[in-house]
């Protein structure tokens, strides 16, 4: 069973920076794409970036393009999302998502899902 364990939410002020990191295990690290996804309260759930088994692909939301990047580590099981110039609209909890076989790493129909982390972006 794969778990996967997100860290490195908190409180930052606008146009700051965060990491976000995400641990994986339970299952070969490489074998899976992955994504993070944010969720505000009272929206649903969206999509923020995402990354293929090997790294040599990723997709961002337009939201995201040009300020976060995606990234992973295959010899550390672990998927980074590095946040930068952070506005008080990028306030939600950070999850991420494994999936072995997903055709669209931009919908949410990954297999798993760690239980997320907050960020909240003062103005």
């Known amino acids: 069973q794969v778990q996967l364990v997100e860290s490195g939410g908190g409180l930052i002020q606008t146009g700051g920076s965060l990491r976000l990191s995400c641990a994986f295990s339970?299952?070969?690290?490489?074998?899976?794409?992955m994504g993070w996804f944010h969720q505000a309260p009272g929206n649903e759930r969206k999509f923020v970036a995402a990354?293929?088994?090997?790294?040599?692909?990723?997709y961002y939301a337009d939201s995201a393009e040009g300020r976060f990047t995606i990234s992973r580590d295959n010899a550390k099981n672990t998927v980074l999302l590095q946040m930068n110039s952070l506005k008080p609209e990028d306030t939600a909890v950070y999850s991420c998502?494994?999936?072995?076989?997903?055709?669209?790493?931009?919908?949410?129909?990954?297999?798993?899902w760690g239980q997320g982390t907050q960020v909240t972006v003062s103005a």
């Open positions: 998502a494994a999936s072995i076989d997903v055709d669209d790493l931009t919908g949410d129909d990954y297999e798993y």
């Open positions: 990354i293929n088994w090997s790294g040599s692909k990723t």
């Open positions: 339970g299952r070969p690290f490489r074998s899976y794409a």
